[in-house]
């Protein structure tokens, strides 16, 4: 089947969506960097599965709310989504900023939620952990930092945007700082909320992640009940992206049954 791109519309709230496959429903929650293009990883997850991966609101060409102020409206937000999705239970995989949406609407129904699985979450805060900065990174210090492999971070700085992509990049930055500037990428909250997660979980992270340290995956495992967790090596912030077999591997036997 041929990737769809659509408007999908949840609370008078028009959203950007990419839509592929069939099966048991797969939601993705992109990261702080927007929607990504169709990545090799989606395709491995569409050839099992249904899709279906909405642009956040305030993202990139998707309408933004003035109700939509931090990361609990966002996973308010996502619930209508499932609520106007019609199926019973969806399996739900986060990145980052995308991670952090899906533990939050995790905590507060997790009734809708076949599975969950958190790729490089953000969302807490370890004393004695510190994680790294992306708001004073610069464009070249990010993209290394994000990705422990050189030549992926050379191949995403040798990228020419267009004038319309500058500006979603844009768009999506200050829509980064509106939900994860203060405080830097976590809820004080989350953590204590984490034992009422009550759905099969995956925690996977790359061992070279510079942004949220890998040590997290331990704090993750230790607060979700029954939680799983895989560390990959020669990997960074981005493991969907770094290490693709070993995850769509690892995220499909998870959700298919192999738990």
């Not at 040590?215 to 290490?243: D, L, T």
């Amino acid at each position: 089947m041929a990737v769809r791109e659509s408007k999908h519309r949840v609370r008078d709230i028009s959203v950007r969506m990419l839509r592929d496959g069939r099966g048991e429903p797969l939601l993705f929650l992109h990261g702080a960097g927007g929607l990504p293009s169709w990545l090799p990883f989606f395709e491995k997850l569409a050839a099992r599965h249904e899709l279906l991966i909405p642009e956040h609101p305030g993202f990139g060409k998707s309408d933004n709310p003035p109700w939509v102020r931090n990361i609990g409206d966002l996973a308010m937000y996502y619930l209508d989504f499932l609520d106007e999705l019609g199926a019973a239970k969806v399996h739900l995989i986060g990145h980052s900023l995308g991670g952090w949406a899906a533990a939050e609407l995790a905590v507060r129904n997790t009734d809708r939620l076949a599975s969950l699985t958190l790729l490089a979450p953000a969302g807490i805060r370890v004393k004695g952990i510190p994680c790294g900065d992306n708001f004073i990174w610069g464009t070249e210090e990010g993209e290394r930092n994000l990705l422990h492999d050189p030549s992926l971070a050379d191949a995403m700085l040798a990228r020419t945007l267009t004038e319309e992509e500058a500006d979603i990049e844009l768009t999506n930055r200050f829509m980064a700082a509106k939900f994860g500037w203060e405080p830097r990428w976590f809820n004080p909250s989350l953590e204590r909320w984490l034992h009422r997660i009550k759905v099969p979980t995956l925690v996977i992270w790359g061992e070279q992640d510079q942004l949220f340290p890998s040590a997290y995956a331990k704090v993750w495992k230790e607060r979700v009940p029954n939680a799983r967790v895989e560390i990959f090596s020669q990997c960074g912030h981005r493991p969907h992206i770094e290490q693709l077999d070993v995850t769509a591997r690892t995220v499909l036997d998870f959700i298919d049954g192999g738990r």
